[in-house]
């Protein structure tokens, strides 16, 4: 039998991954971009850690959001990039393939090389920054795209 926690977790989760979903369809995919990089599912994870191990926890684990950040930005990049190959429909099974066999060891090794550096906060956040700029300076030119009804 589910424990309330764990049920709280399931519902919580299931319904913004939904909701972002179904907004996202009706929005555009740079809507939909934006929304799935919003941090709900760190503010989620963290509030249930929280719950289950203290706000020591979460405090300690947060500076460490900022590496995953930028292992983020290089899955995105890296995903892009593979991506734009395939664009046949057709094809578009290998397509994906290829964007995911090139963006998970990019987030892999991105964070796997940045969990050996002892950074404080300060400057995790700067170089989680210019991770951002960039990756907005390698991306600015992904062109919008209608989305494609199932």
């Known amino acids: 039998m589910l424990d309330g926690l764990l049920l709280a977790k399931i519902v919580v989760t299931g319904s913004v991954v939904?909701?972002?979903?179904?907004?996202?369809?009706?929005?555009?995919?740079?809507?939909?971009?934006?929304?799935?990089?919003?941090?709900l599912g760190t503010a989620i994870l963290y509030f249930f850690?929280?719950?289950?191990?203290?706000?020591?926890?979460?405090?300690?684990?947060?500076?460490?959001?900022?590496?995953?950040?930028?292992?983020?930005?290089?899955?995105?990049?890296?995903?892009?990039?593979?991506?734009?190959?395939?664009?046949?429909?057709?094809?578009?099974?290998?397509?994906?393939?290829?964007?995911?066999?090139?963006?998970?060891?990019?987030?892999?090794?991105?964070a796997g090389l940045l969990s050996l550096l002892e950074l404080g906060f300060a400057a995790a956040a700067g170089l989680t920054l210019v991770a951002i700029a960039a990756a907005m300076a390698a991306m600015h030119a992904i062109p919008e795209q209608a989305m494609t009804r199932r």
């Open 49 to 110: 850690i929280g719950l289950e191990q203290g706000p020591g926890f979460v405090v300690a684990a947060a500076g460490h959001t900022l590496g995953g950040l930028i292992a983020t930005l290089a899955l995105c990049y890296a995903y892009w990039r593979a991506s734009r190959h395939d664009t046949d429909p057709a094809r578009r099974f290998r397509g994906l393939a290829r964007a995911c066999l090139a963006a998970l060891p990019a987030f892999g090794l991105t």
């Open 18 to 39: 939904i909701g972002l979903s179904i907004l996202a369809e009706r929005a555009g995919p740079r809507i939909a971009g934006v929304l799935a990089g919003l941090p």
